[in-house]
Protein backbone atom coordinates (compact mmCIF):
# COMPACT_ATOMS: atom_id res chain seq x y z
CA UNK A 1 0.00 0.00 0.00
CA UNK A 2 1.35 3.67 -0.54
CA UNK A 3 2.11 4.79 2.88
CA UNK A 4 0.01 7.43 4.39
CA UNK A 5 1.43 11.20 4.22
CA UNK A 6 1.17 13.39 7.02
CA UNK A 7 -1.93 11.48 9.13
CA UNK A 8 -4.12 13.60 11.05
CA UNK A 9 -6.34 12.80 13.68
CA UNK A 10 -10.06 11.51 12.63
CA UNK A 11 -11.44 14.34 14.54
CA UNK A 12 -9.83 16.88 12.56
CA UNK A 13 -11.96 15.55 9.12
CA UNK A 14 -9.17 15.11 6.91
CA UNK A 15 -8.54 12.39 4.49
CA UNK A 16 -5.10 10.64 3.97
CA UNK A 17 -3.19 11.68 1.27
CA UNK A 18 -1.03 9.54 -1.01
CA UNK A 19 2.09 9.61 -2.13
CA UNK A 20 4.47 12.57 -2.05
CA UNK A 21 2.92 16.17 -0.51
CA UNK A 22 3.17 19.87 -0.68
CA UNK A 23 4.78 22.85 0.65
CA UNK A 24 4.39 26.27 -0.18
CA UNK A 25 6.76 29.53 -0.42
CA UNK A 26 5.78 32.71 1.73
CA UNK A 27 3.52 34.69 0.59
CA UNK A 28 2.35 38.28 1.55
CA UNK A 29 -1.40 38.97 2.46
CA UNK A 30 -3.49 42.58 3.03
CA UNK A 31 -5.07 42.89 5.92
CA UNK A 32 -8.17 43.18 4.36
CA UNK A 33 -7.70 39.97 2.36
CA UNK A 34 -6.43 38.11 5.38
CA UNK A 35 -9.69 39.49 7.22
CA UNK A 36 -12.13 37.99 4.20
CA UNK A 37 -9.83 34.80 3.92
CA UNK A 38 -10.27 34.37 7.67
CA UNK A 39 -14.24 34.60 7.47
CA UNK A 40 -14.61 32.24 4.30
CA UNK A 41 -12.42 29.80 5.72
CA UNK A 42 -14.42 30.27 9.18
CA UNK A 43 -17.66 29.83 7.50
CA UNK A 44 -16.86 26.69 5.85
CA UNK A 45 -15.20 25.41 8.77
CA UNK A 46 -18.83 25.20 10.82
CA UNK A 47 -20.20 23.90 7.28
CA UNK A 48 -17.62 20.98 7.69
CA UNK A 49 -18.39 20.35 11.16
CA UNK A 50 -22.07 20.35 10.89
CA UNK A 51 -21.92 17.90 8.00
CA UNK A 52 -19.92 15.28 10.11
CA UNK A 53 -16.34 15.67 10.33
CA UNK A 54 -16.57 16.54 6.38
CA UNK A 55 -16.92 14.00 5.17
CA UNK A 56 -19.87 12.90 2.00
CA UNK A 57 -20.34 9.63 0.96
CA UNK A 58 -20.68 8.76 -2.86
CA UNK A 59 -23.51 6.45 -3.25
CA UNK A 60 -25.79 4.46 -0.72
CA UNK A 61 -23.82 2.82 1.13
CA UNK A 62 -20.93 4.93 0.70
CA UNK A 63 -19.06 2.11 -0.51
CA UNK A 64 -18.75 3.89 -4.08
CA UNK A 65 -16.53 6.82 -2.80
CA UNK A 66 -16.16 9.52 -0.75
CA UNK A 67 -15.65 13.46 -0.72
CA UNK A 68 -13.71 15.15 2.43
CA UNK A 69 -13.68 19.02 2.95
CA UNK A 70 -10.55 20.59 5.05
CA UNK A 71 -8.36 23.76 5.69
CA UNK A 72 -5.69 25.27 7.20
CA UNK A 73 -5.62 28.71 8.43
CA UNK A 74 -2.05 30.61 9.77
CA UNK A 75 -2.50 33.49 10.63
CA UNK A 76 1.22 35.46 11.64
CA UNK A 77 2.34 38.33 13.25
CA UNK A 78 6.03 39.32 11.46
CA UNK A 79 8.69 41.48 12.44
CA UNK A 80 11.52 42.48 10.13
CA UNK A 81 14.43 44.14 11.52
CA UNK A 82 17.59 45.43 9.04
CA UNK A 83 21.05 46.40 10.46
CA UNK A 84 21.20 49.24 8.80
CA UNK A 85 18.21 50.61 10.83
CA UNK A 86 14.84 49.93 8.30
CA UNK A 87 12.00 47.71 10.42
CA UNK A 88 8.98 46.75 9.68
CA UNK A 89 6.25 45.16 11.88
CA UNK A 90 2.92 43.60 10.44
CA UNK A 91 0.13 40.85 10.61
CA UNK A 92 -0.58 38.46 7.92
CA UNK A 93 -2.53 35.74 7.20
CA UNK A 94 0.16 33.53 5.87
CA UNK A 95 -2.17 30.62 4.58
CA UNK A 96 -5.41 30.48 4.27
CA UNK A 97 -6.15 27.02 2.39
CA UNK A 98 -9.52 25.30 1.48
CA UNK A 99 -9.54 21.91 0.30
CA UNK A 100 -11.65 18.84 -1.05
CA UNK A 101 -10.33 16.04 -1.42
CA UNK A 102 -12.07 12.79 -3.00
CA UNK A 103 -11.99 9.28 -3.75
CA UNK A 104 -13.82 6.59 -6.00
CA UNK A 105 -12.50 3.28 -4.82
CA UNK A 106 -14.66 1.44 -7.57
CA UNK A 107 -12.54 2.99 -10.45
CA UNK A 108 -9.33 3.39 -8.62
CA UNK A 109 -9.36 7.56 -8.66
CA UNK A 110 -8.25 9.50 -6.14
CA UNK A 111 -8.51 13.07 -6.60
CA UNK A 112 -7.50 17.30 -4.87
CA UNK A 113 -8.78 20.66 -5.32
CA UNK A 114 -6.89 22.56 -3.00
CA UNK A 115 -7.48 26.54 -3.09
CA UNK A 116 -5.65 30.03 -1.48
CA UNK A 117 -8.46 32.35 -0.36
CA UNK A 118 -5.55 34.33 1.63
CA UNK A 119 -5.29 37.71 -0.60
CA UNK A 120 -6.05 37.05 -4.95
CA UNK A 121 -7.56 33.80 -4.78
CA UNK A 122 -5.83 31.06 -6.84
CA UNK A 123 -5.69 27.27 -7.21
CA UNK A 124 -2.67 25.28 -5.55
CA UNK A 125 -3.62 21.48 -6.04
CA UNK A 126 -5.71 20.32 -8.54
CA UNK A 127 -5.13 16.70 -9.67
CA UNK A 128 -6.48 13.23 -10.26
CA UNK A 129 -4.68 10.03 -9.47
CA UNK A 130 -5.35 6.43 -11.18
CA UNK A 131 -3.67 3.85 -8.84
CA UNK A 132 -1.57 1.36 -10.14
CA UNK A 133 -2.09 -1.68 -8.00
CA UNK A 134 -1.59 -1.01 -3.84
CA UNK A 135 1.88 0.99 -4.65
CA UNK A 136 1.74 3.18 -7.38
CA UNK A 137 -0.19 5.93 -8.84
CA UNK A 138 -0.41 7.51 -12.03
CA UNK A 139 -1.50 11.26 -11.42
CA UNK A 140 -1.96 14.30 -13.81
CA UNK A 141 -2.94 17.89 -13.19
CA UNK A 142 -0.78 20.79 -11.07
CA UNK A 143 0.73 19.44 -7.94
CA UNK A 144 3.86 19.93 -6.11
CA UNK A 145 7.24 18.75 -8.06
CA UNK A 146 8.41 16.26 -5.74
CA UNK A 147 12.44 16.67 -6.19
CA UNK A 148 13.97 17.56 -2.98
CA UNK A 149 13.11 16.10 0.39
CA UNK A 150 11.94 19.89 1.82
CA UNK A 151 9.42 19.52 -1.38
CA UNK A 152 8.33 16.06 -0.47
CA UNK A 153 7.78 15.91 3.18
CA UNK A 154 5.20 19.22 3.15
CA UNK A 155 5.63 22.45 4.48
CA UNK A 156 3.01 23.07 6.66
CA UNK A 157 4.14 19.78 9.11
CA UNK A 158 8.30 21.30 8.94
CA UNK A 159 9.69 22.66 12.28
CA UNK A 160 9.80 25.74 10.09
CA UNK A 161 7.51 26.57 7.70
CA UNK A 162 9.82 28.62 5.77
CA UNK A 163 12.16 26.52 3.56
CA UNK A 164 16.09 27.82 3.87
CA UNK A 165 17.51 29.91 1.27
CA UNK A 166 19.41 27.45 -0.22
CA UNK A 167 16.26 25.28 -1.17
CA UNK A 168 13.97 28.26 -2.25
CA UNK A 169 16.56 28.95 -4.75
CA UNK A 170 16.39 25.12 -5.97
CA UNK A 171 12.75 24.97 -6.78
CA UNK A 172 10.17 26.64 -9.37
CA UNK A 173 8.18 29.11 -7.87
CA UNK A 174 5.96 28.20 -5.53
CA UNK A 175 7.12 24.41 -5.92
CA UNK A 176 4.00 23.66 -8.07
CA UNK A 177 3.66 22.95 -11.84
CA UNK A 178 1.18 21.24 -14.66
CA UNK A 179 1.99 17.60 -15.71
CA UNK A 180 2.24 14.22 -15.65
CA UNK A 181 3.66 11.38 -13.08
CA UNK A 182 4.25 8.27 -11.65
CA UNK A 183 4.45 8.08 -7.90
CA UNK A 184 4.85 5.30 -5.37
CA UNK A 185 7.12 3.11 -2.85
CA UNK A 186 6.95 -0.39 -1.72
CA UNK A 187 8.87 -2.05 1.42
CA UNK A 188 6.23 -0.21 3.67
CA UNK A 189 7.59 3.51 3.44
CA UNK A 190 11.13 1.81 3.02
CA UNK A 191 11.14 2.83 -0.46
CA UNK A 192 9.85 5.62 -2.18
CA UNK A 193 10.32 7.28 -5.71
CA UNK A 194 8.33 9.90 -8.53
CA UNK A 195 9.48 10.84 -12.04
CA UNK A 196 7.17 13.52 -13.51
CA UNK A 197 7.23 15.59 -16.84
CA UNK A 198 5.71 19.09 -16.70
CA UNK A 199 5.28 22.05 -19.09
CA UNK A 200 7.44 24.70 -16.89
CA UNK A 201 5.25 27.08 -17.04
CA UNK A 202 4.94 27.57 -13.25
CA UNK A 203 1.66 28.10 -12.89
CA UNK A 204 2.35 30.02 -9.16
CA UNK A 205 5.19 32.39 -9.89
CA UNK A 206 4.48 35.65 -8.35
CA UNK A 207 6.08 37.32 -11.59
CA UNK A 208 3.44 38.56 -13.22
CA UNK A 209 5.67 39.96 -16.21
CA UNK A 210 7.76 36.51 -16.50
CA UNK A 211 8.15 35.79 -20.21
CA UNK A 212 6.28 32.71 -21.26
CA UNK A 213 8.51 29.43 -21.33
CA UNK A 214 8.98 27.43 -24.15
CA UNK A 215 10.44 24.07 -23.10
CA UNK A 216 9.15 21.70 -20.79
CA UNK A 217 10.58 20.61 -16.85
CA UNK A 218 11.83 16.88 -15.84
CA UNK A 219 11.89 15.95 -12.07
CA UNK A 220 12.66 12.62 -10.49
CA UNK A 221 13.08 11.59 -6.67
CA UNK A 222 14.12 8.34 -5.11
CA UNK A 223 14.55 7.72 -1.01
CA UNK A 224 15.31 5.07 0.99
CA UNK A 225 15.44 4.14 4.30
CA UNK A 226 17.75 1.22 5.67
CA UNK A 227 16.52 1.67 9.73
CA UNK A 228 12.67 2.76 9.82
CA UNK A 229 10.72 4.55 7.30
CA UNK A 230 11.23 7.53 4.59
CA UNK A 231 9.98 9.79 6.88
CA UNK A 232 6.83 12.56 5.83
CA UNK A 233 8.45 15.53 7.31
CA UNK A 234 11.01 16.85 9.34
CA UNK A 235 9.24 17.59 12.80
CA UNK A 236 10.12 15.23 15.75
CA UNK A 237 6.30 15.44 16.68
CA UNK A 238 3.97 15.96 13.92
CA UNK A 239 3.34 12.59 13.36
CA UNK A 240 3.96 9.34 15.56
CA UNK A 241 7.35 9.12 16.43
CA UNK A 242 9.88 6.41 15.16
CA UNK A 243 12.20 5.08 17.98
CA UNK A 244 15.16 4.94 15.47
CA UNK A 245 15.32 6.31 11.35
CA UNK A 246 17.86 6.53 8.66
CA UNK A 247 17.17 7.30 5.40
CA UNK A 248 18.69 8.83 2.08
CA UNK A 249 17.36 10.99 -0.92
CA UNK A 250 18.64 11.65 -4.15
CA UNK A 251 16.70 14.02 -6.85
CA UNK A 252 16.65 15.40 -9.75
CA UNK A 253 15.08 18.62 -12.11
CA UNK A 254 16.02 19.67 -15.89
CA UNK A 255 14.53 22.48 -18.19
CA UNK A 256 14.69 23.29 -21.54
CA UNK A 257 14.47 27.00 -23.05
CA UNK A 258 13.03 27.67 -19.15
CA UNK A 259 12.33 31.15 -17.92
CA UNK A 260 10.90 29.98 -14.17
CA UNK A 261 13.94 31.52 -12.58
CA UNK A 262 15.91 34.66 -13.40
CA UNK A 263 18.82 32.44 -14.40
CA UNK A 264 21.58 35.32 -15.34
CA UNK A 265 20.52 37.18 -12.33
CA UNK A 266 19.44 40.53 -13.59
CA UNK A 267 21.41 40.78 -16.51
CA UNK A 268 18.85 39.72 -18.90
CA UNK A 269 15.85 38.31 -16.90
CA UNK A 270 14.01 37.45 -20.65
CA UNK A 271 16.72 35.01 -21.52
CA UNK A 272 15.82 31.75 -21.50
CA UNK A 273 18.39 29.25 -20.07
CA UNK A 274 18.85 25.40 -20.27
CA UNK A 275 19.72 24.44 -17.04
CA UNK A 276 20.26 21.14 -15.04
CA UNK A 277 19.57 20.54 -10.94
CA UNK A 278 20.99 17.68 -8.50
CA UNK A 279 20.26 17.16 -4.79
CA UNK A 280 21.19 14.19 -1.97
CA UNK A 281 19.85 14.56 1.25
CA UNK A 282 19.98 12.25 4.44
CA UNK A 283 17.48 12.17 7.54
CA UNK A 284 18.03 10.78 11.03
CA UNK A 285 16.03 10.10 13.82
CA UNK A 286 16.82 9.04 16.97
CA UNK A 287 14.37 9.02 20.14
CA UNK A 288 13.81 12.67 20.40
CA UNK A 289 16.12 14.03 18.08
CA UNK A 290 15.61 14.66 14.38
CA UNK A 291 18.30 16.15 11.85
CA UNK A 292 18.25 16.38 8.47
CA UNK A 293 20.70 17.62 5.94
CA UNK A 294 20.73 18.69 1.85
CA UNK A 295 22.95 19.75 -0.79
CA UNK A 296 22.01 21.27 -3.91
CA UNK A 297 24.03 21.16 -7.26
CA UNK A 298 22.45 23.28 -10.81
CA UNK A 299 23.97 23.95 -13.73
CA UNK A 300 22.46 27.00 -15.90
CA UNK A 301 23.28 27.21 -19.68
CA UNK A 302 21.62 30.75 -20.66
CA UNK A 303 21.29 31.15 -24.38
CA UNK A 304 22.99 34.50 -24.32
CA UNK A 305 26.19 35.19 -22.19
CA UNK A 306 28.07 32.47 -19.83
CA UNK A 307 27.40 29.69 -17.78
CA UNK A 308 27.51 29.64 -14.27
CA UNK A 309 26.79 26.69 -11.47
CA UNK A 310 25.06 27.31 -8.12
CA UNK A 311 25.48 25.60 -5.02
CA UNK A 312 23.62 25.46 -1.38
CA UNK A 313 23.13 23.03 1.44
CA UNK A 314 21.07 23.01 4.59
CA UNK A 315 20.83 21.08 8.08
CA UNK A 316 18.18 20.96 10.66
CA UNK A 317 18.05 19.61 14.40
CA UNK A 318 15.16 19.56 16.02
CA UNK A 319 14.69 17.72 19.87
CA UNK A 320 11.87 17.22 21.39
CA UNK A 321 10.93 18.34 24.86
CA UNK A 322 10.23 16.31 28.33
CA UNK A 323 7.34 18.84 28.19
CA UNK A 324 4.51 16.80 26.02
CA UNK A 325 4.01 17.74 22.37
CA UNK A 326 6.67 20.49 22.36
CA UNK A 327 10.29 20.80 20.50
CA UNK A 328 12.68 23.31 19.71
CA UNK A 329 14.90 23.18 16.74
CA UNK A 330 17.97 25.29 14.65
CA UNK A 331 18.75 25.14 11.22
CA UNK A 332 21.76 26.73 8.71
CA UNK A 333 20.91 26.97 5.10
CA UNK A 334 24.27 28.59 2.73
CA UNK A 335 23.77 29.62 -0.89
CA UNK A 336 26.56 30.10 -3.12
CA UNK A 337 25.92 31.92 -6.39
CA UNK A 338 28.06 31.80 -9.23
CA UNK A 339 30.65 29.77 -8.14
CA UNK A 340 32.50 29.68 -11.41
CA UNK A 341 31.75 33.07 -12.82
CA UNK A 342 34.54 35.09 -13.91
CA UNK A 343 32.76 38.71 -14.20
CA UNK A 344 33.91 41.49 -12.18
CA UNK A 345 30.81 41.55 -10.54
CA UNK A 346 30.64 38.03 -9.50
CA UNK A 347 31.94 38.40 -6.35
CA UNK A 348 28.85 41.39 -5.40
CA UNK A 349 26.80 38.55 -6.50
CA UNK A 350 27.62 35.89 -4.02
CA UNK A 351 25.05 34.40 -1.85
CA UNK A 352 22.96 33.54 0.83
CA UNK A 353 23.63 32.82 4.66
CA UNK A 354 20.42 31.80 7.41
CA UNK A 355 20.42 30.78 10.85
CA UNK A 356 17.34 29.84 11.92
CA UNK A 357 15.75 28.96 15.58
CA UNK A 358 12.55 28.18 16.85
CA UNK A 359 10.13 26.33 18.68
CA UNK A 360 6.85 24.63 18.55
CA UNK A 361 4.04 23.33 20.46
CA UNK A 362 1.28 21.07 19.17
CA UNK A 363 -2.39 21.03 20.27
CA UNK A 364 -4.93 18.91 19.90
CA UNK A 365 -3.91 15.51 18.38
CA UNK A 366 -1.21 17.88 16.67
CA UNK A 367 -3.80 19.29 14.65
CA UNK A 368 -3.21 23.10 15.36
CA UNK A 369 0.70 24.75 16.45
CA UNK A 370 1.77 27.30 17.77
CA UNK A 371 5.66 28.75 16.61
CA UNK A 372 7.67 31.31 17.72
CA UNK A 373 10.77 31.41 15.85
CA UNK A 374 13.55 33.83 14.17
CA UNK A 375 15.36 33.85 11.52
CA UNK A 376 19.08 35.73 10.34
CA UNK A 377 19.56 35.93 6.63
CA UNK A 378 22.75 37.94 5.20
CA UNK A 379 23.26 38.30 1.77
CA UNK A 380 26.82 39.13 0.26
CA UNK A 381 27.75 42.26 1.29
CA UNK A 382 24.44 43.43 2.07
CA UNK A 383 23.13 44.35 5.66
CA UNK A 384 21.93 40.69 7.95
CA UNK A 385 17.60 40.93 8.05
CA UNK A 386 16.93 39.61 11.52
CA UNK A 387 12.73 38.13 11.56
CA UNK A 388 10.74 37.38 14.34
CA UNK A 389 7.72 35.35 14.05
CA UNK A 390 5.02 34.05 15.77
CA UNK A 391 2.20 32.30 14.26
CA UNK A 392 -0.53 29.51 14.84
CA UNK A 393 -1.88 26.62 12.75
CA UNK A 394 -5.27 25.68 12.54
CA UNK A 395 -6.27 22.61 10.34
CA UNK A 396 -10.31 21.69 10.57
Keep these: MMREKNPRPACAGWPATTGFSSSELPRRTRPAAMVSGAVASAV????????????????????????????LLQPRLEYDRRDDGDHRAEATLRRAWLDIRGELPGYGLTFRMQTDVGGSASVRDLWLQYALGDSWGLRMGQYTAPFALSRSVGGPNRTFTEIGVAANNFQIPQGRDTGLGLLGGVGDGRWEASINVFDGRGRLDSRGDRPSTDGGLVTARAAYAPVGAVPSHTSTLGNTRQPAALSFGVGGMAAADNHLRDWTLGDNDDVPADWATGTVDVAASLGPVTGTAAAFQRRVSPDEGSGYDDQGWEAELA???????QEVALRRSVLRRDVNDDRPDASERGGQREWSAGWTAFHDGHAWKTQVFAVRTRGGDQPSDWQAHVQHQLRF
Excluded: M, N, R
Excluded at 44 to 71: M, R, Y
Excluded at 319 to 325: K, S
Design 44 to 71: LACGVTTAGAGEIPLGSDGDAGSLSFGG
Design 319 to 325: VALPVVD
